[in-house]
């Protein structure tokens, strides 16, 4: 129809009229919008992280509510998606309760983290006296990194991001930047804050030539943003990583993480009050010995202890399975009887299949180096 009109004029040789520009100038407002409403439908569409992002955006919506402040803070489209990962203060029910065995590592986090956080209007007039813009933890598998993080978190009262690497990829083309960037704008927004970052040498691992050239700027980008906050001290953001192999991280990221905390396996008395902690709910046998345990478990991790309680109080429902009658009308007087203590018994026995567990692992990993080798 515009063609029409423009046809006509030439051809007439006359002036077109003011309703017919008018009515000219609505339809090609018209066709433009309808054709980008439909170009970004269509990419909508087409795009198959889409759903994941109204998804996140949601989730970012409900949190920021609960935590009070939406009203306070616009964020970016960017900034919502990285949101989705924030966790209330309410959900942190982790505490130094939780931890056993760490009471050196806590008391130092303490002193060089928690209380500049907690004291920080006191001693915002001291360059010294301030939180490290970054905290390494690092240490054998299980040993209680991530919990040490989010029991942190709790006492100094921050807010957590436990940042998914995942979350930054994006198949478009320079948009895994902006997200980098979009997470230190949020945690200055919302500080103090706490960015985790668990298994860092899988995200920010030494560098290499062949590093995919998205990979390398998203890197670039997250030092950028970073080097950031060395720079402003009245941020209170924290970069916290952990990682079981320090040596694959990159060196930059290293220096930018001065205060670093080494959480090694468990020692003796280490082991025992981790076994008293996983066990104080539970109830024990009088042949049940502790300290004995203790002693048979050298080279057990936190997390090994405490899939060997487990282990050991589910041999409590062994019965079950070797007295058919459970599965007839004696089920449910059977269900209504007490659970049995657990016995030094059910712990030896647990203590074996992971024992055996433990060789296997460690011939097979033998036999993959062979093979790779």
């Keep these: 129809m515009v063609l029409k009109l423009l046809r006509r004029g030439s051809m007439e040789g006359g002036e077109l009229t003011r309703g017919e520009v008018l009515s000219l100038l609505a339809r090609l407002a018209f066709a433009t919008a309808a054709s980008y409403f439909t170009v970004k439908l269509l990419v909508s569409a087409m795009d198959p992280t889409s759903k994941q992002k109204k998804d996140a955006k949601r989730k970012a919506q409900e949190v920021m509510q609960r935590l009070g402040i939406k009203e306070k803070v616009s964020l970016s489209e960017y900034e919502m998606m990285i949101a989705s990962q924030l966790v209330e203060p309410s959900q942190l029910s982790t505490s130094w ?19 500049p956080i907690q004291q920080r209007t006191r001693l915002q007039g001291s360059r010294l006296i301030q939180p490290p813009k970054g905290v390494l933890l690092h240490g054998p598998p299980g040993c209680g990194k991530t919990l040490l993080a989010r029991a ?10 436990n940042l998914d690497v995942a979350a930054l990829t994006d198949k478009w083309y320079g948009e895994s930047q902006k997200l980098s960037a979009a997470v230190f704008s949020l945690a200055s927004k919302i500080q103090p804050c706490i960015i985790f970052i668990d298994e860092i040498d899988s995200f920010l691992r030494v560098r290499a030539t062949g590093d995919h050239e998205a990979t390398a700027m998203m890197k670039a980008q997250f030092l950028q943003q970073w080097d950031g906050l060395a720079t402003d001290n009245s941020r209170f953001v924290v970069v916290m990583g952990a990682t079981n192999r320090p040596q694959d991280v990159d060196r930059a990221i290293l220096r930018r993480m001065p205060a670093a905390f080494h959480i090694p ?40 202890l405490m899939e060997l309680c487990r282990t050991a109080a589910v041999y409590r429902l062994r019965h079950l399975l070797d007295d058919p009658s459970s599965e007839s009308s004696q ?14 018994a059910d712990f030896k ?3 074996g299949k992971m024992q055996g567990s433990s060789v296997y692992n460690r011939q097979a990993e033998t036999l993959l180096k062979m093979d790779l080798d």
């Design 97 to 115: 309760k939780d931890v056993a065995g760490l009471s050196t590592v806590i008391r130092e986090l303490r002193e060089t983290l928690i209380l």
């Design 152 to 161: 942190v978190a709790r006492e100094a009262g921050a807010r957590f991001i």
């Design 265 to 304: 396996l468990p020692g003796l008395e280490q082991r025992k009050e981790i076994l008293q902690l996983v066990l104080r709910d539970e109830q024990l046998s009088a042949d049940a010995n502790i300290a004995v345990l203790a002693r048979d478990t050298e080279t057990f991790s936190g997390s090994d």
């Design 331 to 344: 089920a449910c007087s059977i269900e209504s009887e007490p659970l049995r203590p657990i016995t030094m």
């Design 349 to 351: 026995q647990a203590l």
